[in-house]
């Protein structure tokens, strides 16, 4: 019996490191192609297509954008205010509307998920949307423009909902509640504590939402100081191939040039960087048994 | 007339919980609900200078758009078909690979494999589009340059529709399963490990302990991801699609989906009535089949319906 | 069961009550309209009744909208702008730029989204003929005189009348001219090289791309790019077919026989023409995945990978030239412009570049207060198109000069793409603008107005037919262009069969008789 059970499972330790370390090969590589390329010249891009090692080394993308480095480093200012100050606010928001919805002595709880997933479903469109954020809301042009529409999704209400539902047992809250606690306190005393696997989940996501969000910059923000780090890459990414469509008969010539291949790719690099060193900062609260201390105390 | 009475009874007793909701509440309201006046645009020809309740209704003109080339039936399909393959293999892929990299015993391997999984999220996909154009592309391609190398024929990949249906499901895996992976991994990390212990004691070996213990733990989160993208099965993955196909029309009849064929359409005519058109069409499908949905899981356990 | 088809009801109906309390919500603060939703937002501030004359006393703030991005140095500029203009004009200017990407999405929600908008740019290639059409832009014919008089003298009458969208002025158009008609480019060292002809037609450029193949295996002979109906199918009904402009929906009028509309598509020409593009593909000439290439043309020429194009302006050539002889400075280019094969030389329509008031603008005579200032005052207009004198820029012998290049310095010639209030007598050139200005003079000498770019179609009888035709298009005609099709006529005969299903009869009909009418309107007759 013993003998069984360690054979079986060294096989699935087996199984287990080789598809995860085949699937990490796999989704590493055309990131390595990026950054690669990044450290190309834009030349050798454009005649040998793009390699896993540099063949005409080059920093000419990074000098582009470093030569005049204000405008990154004030979107990099204004995506980490948002990505702050929206994740912050808005999983506070988000946990209390998961606690309550997912209380089974919440009479009113199927009705309002509803009334909260039903958005996902209809939607009026995008120029109603636009003129009840700059014509009535009047956030166009601020921080509240770039914050505001990201601030909650269905999505991760409902996903908190059923995080604290399965991290909580009911009978953690009845008996706090016979202790005479008030539901707002069971809520940051006790739940909040026990869900922290999820709420480092919820966090993250909408974390990378607003780091990732350059919409809200499409749409709402005019002032180049308020671009947000995505759009600004976007920007620079796409103006080659808008200009392309166009046609030549507009004859529009960019007194700041046409931005090159290697300079995007550089940009790209640039921008998804330091977000990626915030996953693993995040990832020690899925270490497995963290809730277990915490429910038997 | 007792019906109302109960809510404000309820509202007196629960008055804590509804505070706390209410933030929420408020902003969906403001956010979502006020500006679904505009789905009467769909119904008006728009006009720039009169009101928009006082502009002409015109019925379902602005849909017309959608059947006239009689691509619609096509189009609704081939959105459909990506979507549940989207859904049906992404989530067996996730769901796997979490489970494998939480089974993982070393931790500094599982630490790294989960930031590299996670990586592609972050690649868009115009640079993927590029990539992928490197790779495949008749003259310069990696791929013809390896057959061509070996005595083979070159291949012209963007002249063969079917095989693009491959590539198109093998990028969305590969871009998005470390999401959807990510919320499986905090799922099972949420599971108590007395219930593990419990089964070791009882002589489960690892591959049963996680068809009998994890896999059914997951159910709920699972349900979750499910009613979310089926809501918005008429939608969605535009860039994947738009990126990789552009304006190859060979590739269209098995990657056009309802949203790059919306997208070309009112680049063309810029008009606002029938781009909320495409939107309400989108919108009642997916209404539609997420009623049913969430009534056939209700039956089967309320627990895990939605609303 | 039961519950759940309670509280879906429940949430219909909460949501219809929110819908009609948010109707309610817009319009309370106008009783006199009934239906009133978002009608603040509409409605043009002096819709009803006339306008008040300008009060200068008041204190006011124009939105100017621009495309593309700020320069760096651009706060300066502001500030130096507004400086004057609150001591001319009690008034303050804010620049806003739509940044290129989605421009054509940003252009829609600001016009109807009911912002306050004072000055947006329009060109004829930003839909500035729909718009007009549609009435998204303040009539300027009353405003003019009282408003900017000078501005109003500047531009010439025949100028205005070009700009008229159904007997209306909207925009305020430039009067530089330029052109921006096609030509072959091709790499001039390379012809000298092997001894190439010169491309003047189709059978010379044919014969270029044949031998660049021959000698230069590893380039591509010509660069297309993923607008193949741009790229090779205006171009050649440009050059070869003399077609008066790139009409839509697959039709065809010659510029000297402007009143015989004919069906382009399904035509013998066309197939001919298909078949040719299809023969280039088959040699090589360009890519079999052309319709996928994300890089620019010009990237192409510059890197010396493709070693043509095939219709370009003089401007782009000319940037293209020196991009390239920057990296590679024994390289150079040729370029023999479309008119000189076809014998005349349309200089760009007025359309092209202006500025129109849209409905929504809260100060419209201020606005064109301002305007004439930036085109008819030399220190607005240089300040604008060249930045501050010393800091940004240097005049010359009578030349540009611009101060470091273009990563250094904050404002570069025409930072803020001020093509639309561009004044020759203020105009500043850099030195190697001057082949263009002599290849201008040539042009000058068999120029003839362009008759099409004026006319403004109204397509709100045929939209969806129009949005399926373009579907079609994409779907059957442009792998064709792409010679991605092996048996042309079959593709032909498939194209036009669903072309003519998605109601390509109805639409091209309705198309010739508004062409016809406004032939008629402005006097052109067919010759």
Known sequence: MKIKEDRSSVWFQLIAHAVVVAGSILCILPFLLIVSASFTSNASIIRDGYSLWPKDFSWEGYKVIFQVPDEVLRAYGVTSTVTVAGTAIGLLLMTMAGYVLQRKDFKYRNFFSFFIYFTTLFGGGLVPYYMLVNNYLKFTDSYYALIWPSLMTPFLIILMRSFIGSAVPDEVVESAKIDGAGDFLIYWRIVMPLAVPGLATIGLFLALHYWNDWFSSALFINDTAKYQLQFYLYNIINTSSFLTSIGAGAGIILSEGIPSETMKMSMAVVVTGPILLLYPFVQRYFVKGLTIGAVKG | MPKKYGFVQELIKNRTLFLMLLPVLAYFLVNNYVPMVGIYYAFVRFDFNTPLFRMDFIGLKNFEFLWRSGKLTELTYNTIGYNLIFIGLGNALSVTVAILVSEVKSKWFKKITQSVLFLPYFVSFVILSVIVFNI????????????????????????????????????????????????????????GEDYYEAAKIDGANTFQRAWHITLPMLKNTFVILLLFSLGTIMKGQFDLFYQMVGNNGLLYSTTDILDTYVYRSLKVTFDMGMATAAGVYQSLFGFTLIMVVNGIIRKINKEYALF | MKHTIRAWRTGVVAAAVLLLAACQGHGSGDASLPSPSASSAFTHPDANGGRSADDRSEHVDLQFYMLGSAPPDMPRIQSAINEMTEAELNASVTFNFIAWTDYDLKYKQLLSSGQSVDLLFTADWAQYQTYAKRGAFLPLDDLLPAASPALQRFVPQETW?????????????????????????????????????????????????????????????????????????????????????????????????????????????????????????????????????????????????????????????????????????????????????????????????????????????????????????????????????????????????????????GFPREAMNGWAWRNPEYMLFAPSYDEIRSTFRELDRIQKPDIYTGFAEDDTAYQAEKAALDQVQKLYLYP????????????????????????????????????????????????
């Open chain 2, 136 to 191: 495949f592309n008749f003259e310069h391609g990696v791929l013809n340059t390896v057959l061509k190398a070996l005595g083979a024929d070159p291949v012209d990949v963007y002249s063969k529709p079917k095989v693009w249906i491959l590539l198109i499901v093998v990028f969305y895996l590969w871009k998005s399963f470390g999401y959807s992976m990510v919320i499986y991994l905090a799922a099972i990390t949420g599971i």
């Open chain 3, 161 to 409: 009348d070009a700009v008229r969208i159904d007997g209306h002025i909207y925009t305020v158009p430039s009067t530089f001219k330029e052109y921006v008609t096609g030509g072959f480019v091709w790499r001039e060292d390379l012809r000298e090289k092997y001894g190439l002809p010169k491309p003047v037609d189709i059978a010379t450029f044919e014969a270029y791309l044949a031998g660049i193949k021959r000698h230069e295996p590893d380039m591509q002979p010509v660069a297309i790019g993923a607008e193949v109906q741009n790229a090779l199918a205006f171009s050649q009904l440009d050059v070869t077919r003399h077609s008066i402009g790139s009409m839509p929906y697959g039709l065809l009028a010659t510029y000297a026989n402007p009143a015989d509309v004919r069906s382009y598509w399904g035509s013998p020409e066309q197939l001919a023409d298909l078949k040719l593009f299809k023969r280039w593909s088959d040699l090589g000439y360009f890519s079999k995945n052309e319709l996928n290439t994300s890089e620019f043309n010009q990237d192409r020429i510059i890197d010396g990978s493709a070693a043509a194009m095939f219709g370009d302006n003089l401007i782009r050539y000319n940037e293209a030239l020196n991009n390239m002889q920057a990296a590679h400075p024994d390289w150079r280019l040729g370029y023999y412009p479309f008119p000189m094969a076809k014998g005349y030389a349309t200089p760009v329509h007025p359309t092209h570049n202006g500025f129109a008031i849209p409905k929504s603008a809260k100060h419209p005579e201020r606005a064109l207060a301002f305007y004439e200032k930036l085109v008819t005052d030399e220190r607005y207009n240089r300040l604008t198109e060249y930045g501050i004198e010393g800091v940004n820029y240097t005049i010359e012998d009578g030349y540009y000069r611009m101060i470091g290049d273009t990563s250094t310095n």
């Open chain 3, 480 to 527: 064709l262009l792409a010679g991605l099709v092996d048996d042309v006529d079959a593709g032909l005969a498939t194209f036009m069969k669903e072309a003519k299903e998605a109601g390509l009869d109805k639409v091209q009909a309705a198309y010739k008789k508004q062409w016809l009418a406004y032939l008629k309107e402005r006097g052109i007759a067919g010759s």
